[in-house]
Structure formats: structure tokens, C-alpha cells
């Protein structure tokens, strides 16, 4: 079974200072996808990074990147130059190769201070 | 991009009522459709798989009796909740695959915030 763990129930970080949300997964499978979504107050679901499995570089979108480490399972989102519209839910999910569905961590709120 | 709507945004209801929520891809036809429900400050969980033509996929533990979900359209999918009791209150929130599936792609919706009294 696919799993995903956020061990980051919270996170604070001062304006245009960089920080890395964890996020470790497991699976058996040899092709995944990993996300990483961002929820604000209002409730919805925006996607900011992919990473595929077999993907030989970090993904990057933005001041966003995704550290992904497939030896250790883990991919950590790095946001770098954080803004104050930045502080909301962040969520890792998985998917399974050949499947749409998605799993998703517990998340870990943000918070970014002035 | 790719648009997804959500109607209602939110919506109160009576304990033993039901409850009709749409989910929409604007300007795109959608073959899957995915429902997800989110209890206040937890993860989304997935509830249930729909296909345009064809029976939702539920996942395990959810109702099919009390979630129904109907996939009429390539652009519509709906989930009613039937006879909401207080614990079916929570955020429910839909998404929609767009092919081509390049790296399985979802968009989200708003979501819909349910309270049942």
C-alpha cells in the first residue's frame, strides 16, 4: 500500500527566507508520481511541482523546487524567497504509475512572518 | 488552464435531507472525475472514482448508498449525499483528470463546505 508522510504538522519562516517542507513516501511500486499542492484558507487545491519516478532531475517550478532523494523515498519541497501569500496548507501526494488516484499526506501549515 | 467549478460553495441543510453537489471541468472534458472529502484540519481522503458512461469506483468504506455519484457528461459529475446526518458535514472536495494523461494530472475544484444541522 502507498503511503505518505508529512512529519511537519507546522512550520514558521521569516519573509524571503527559504524553507523545505518533508515529505516521505512509500510504495512498492516502481513508477509513482509525487506531488506537492498548496491549500490556502479559502480551500482550494493548487498545484505547484511534480516529480515522476524515473525522472533524473529535480523537478523546479518557479521558487519552487522538489528535492527528491528516491534512495531514501523522500521529496522535500523547497520554497525558496517564501512571500507572506504563501502561508496556507501544503499537502504531498503520491500517485501510482498507470493510476490517476492520489494519496495524500497529513500536510503541514505554513506560516510565513513578516 | 484548466477549470474546475464546484456548485454549491457551500450549503446548510436539515439532518434527513439530501444534497446535490456538482463538479464541472469548464474547458475540458474530463473521463475521470475524483471525489475527495476533508474533515477540518485533516487530509483529504478519497472517496470514490467517477467515469463519464459508467459506474463510480468507491473506495473502501465509503457508502455507495449514501454518496451517489453520477458521471452524465464529459464535463459534469455529481455527488448527492443522501439522508446527511451531522456527521456527513464536511469540505468535499472534486477534481478532473485531463487527457492526455501526461503525468496523471488533476485539477481541483473549489470544494464545497456542507453543514447538515
Known amino acids: 500500500a502507498q503511503k505518505i508522510t508529512q512529519t511537519q504538522p507546522g512550520m514558521f519562516v521569516q519573509e524571503k527566507e527559504a524553507v523545505t517542507l518533508d515529505c516521505t513516501y512509500d510504495?512498492?511500486?516502481?513508477?509513482?508520481?509525487l506531488f506537492w499542492y498548496k491549500q490556502p484558507s479559502s480551500g482550494e487545491m493548487i498545484f505547484l511541482i511534480y516529480?515522476?519516478?524515473?525522472?533524473?532531475q529535480n523537478a523546479t517550478e518557479g521558487r519552487y523546487s522538489l528535492n527528491f532523494q528516491k534512495a531514501r523515498k523522500s521529496a522535500n519541497l523547497v520554497i525558496s524567497a517564501s512571500q507572506l501569500g504563501d502561508s496556507a496548507m501544503y499537502f504531498c501526494?503520491?500517485?501510482?504509475?498507470?493510476?490517476?488516484?492520489?494519496?495524500f499526506g497529513k500536510g503541514t501549515k505554513l506560516t510565513v512572518n513578516p | 488552464g484548466a477549470v474546475v467549478s464546484q456548485h454549491p460553495s457551500w450549503v446548510i441543510c436539515k439532518s434527513g435531507t439530501s444534497v446535490k453537489i456538482e463538479c464541472r471541468s469548464l474547458?475540458?472534458?474530463?473521463?475521470?472525475m475524483f471525489w475527495y472529502r476533508q474533515f477540518p484540519k485533516q487530509s483529504l481522503m478519497l472517496m470514490a472514482t467517477?467515469?463519464?458512461?459508467?459506474?463510480?469506483?468507491?473506495e473502501q468504506g465509503v457508502e455507495k448508498d449514501k454518496f451517489l455519484i453520477n458521471h452524465a457528461s464529459l464535463t459534469l459529475s455529481t455527488l448527492t449525499v443522501t439522508s446527511a446526518h451531522p456527521e456527513d458535514s464536511s469540505f468535499y472536495i472534486c477534481?478532473?483528470?485531463?487527457?492526455?494523461?501526461?503525468?496523471?494530472?488533476?485539477?481541483f475544484g473549489p470544494g464545497t463546505r456542507l453543514t447538515v444541522l
Open positions: 477534481s478532473a483528470s485531463r487527457p492526455p494523461a501526461g503525468y496523471n494530472e488533476q485539477f
Open positions: 510504495t512498492s511500486d516502481p513508477s509513482y508520481g
Open positions: 516529480q515522476g519516478s524515473y525522472d533524473q
Open positions: 501526494a503520491m500517485s501510482r504509475g498507470g493510476s490517476e488516484k492520489l494519496v
Open positions: 474547458d475540458f472534458q474530463a473521463t475521470t
Open positions: 467517477s467515469n463519464e458512461g459508467s459506474k463510480a469506483t468507491y
